[in-house]
């Protein structure tokens, strides 16, 4: 197993202030992951625009332009949480170009040297809130979906899973992509929490019916209920799906000490979803890009992704520091992971 970084240097310029998703989050993630590639000979690669046309595959002309006409006359406020400044476009152009790069780079489509197995873009602003036709949740453009649609139609692979154990539900991917069979889309959040979708009915609409797999987790779940979601819903869904990539929506707030979601995740658990997300992909030989969402603790963050990279490389952690989680034997787990699998029986053998 390989792995790539793929930085975005211009992500200070979409500026939010004293916002969570700030510019403030990346700095020591960037020097921590930059020893680990370092140390390991892993490459580092540069973000690129996303084009116009690369945008469309995912939303709508009329969200794009509204983007650009009013991060030109911003700083001002896109929905009651997400921020919009006069580099905003551009960055969120730039973020959404970093997971192309990234996919690219797991496709043999990399410069001479840099290809990898997997890749892990640090972008930000962050995509899964973002929906075809509007910015939500410090989100502007579905860099995930983005990727999705690339991956198909520019590079020819028929299928693409998207995984996104970001804390809150990827309504806007869901959104984007819940007609379409091409793309299997599974979430794991904390319900209820924002932006308030996710149930576990929730599983396509039209052909894309069964393609959509909701596992919303009761507040208190730590690893342990990560872990074993994924062994019995994730994982058995993603083999029969059989994609020729799998996309990582990968935000670390439901880690015990970030402030936004009350989850008990801890390093070594995100390192245990990375680790599976790399294994299945290994078997089954196919690219690997894991995409930055949240995470709002930047004293956490550093260690959390060296977590997530580690898994991804195939190198041994070091995690030291971490915060220490309960285990919580009164969450509702059990029963919610059963309703879950009733749901989800219906399409797939689980
Ligand atoms: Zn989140």
Redesign the pocket.
Known sequence: MSTSLVILREQAGHETGSHPENSRRFPGVLNRLGEDSQRHGLPILESREATVEDLLRAHTESHVENVRVAAENGPTWLDGDTVASPLSYEVARRSAGAALVAVDAVNGKAAEGTATTSSFAIIRP?GHHATADRAMGFCLFSNAAIAARYAREALGIGRVAVLDW???HGNGTQDILYDDPGVLFISFHQWPLYPGSGWLDETGVGAGRGFTVNLPMPPGCGDREHIEGFQAIAGPILDQFDPGLLIVSA?Q?GHVADQ??SQNLTAAGYHALASASADFASRKGIGLVALH??GYNPNTLPLLDHAVYAGLGGFTPDLTGDTPAPELEETGWPERLAQIRRAQSVFWAV
Request: aromatic share 0%.
């Open positions: 962050p970001d804390v809150h935000g707030d936004l979601a969402e949240g």
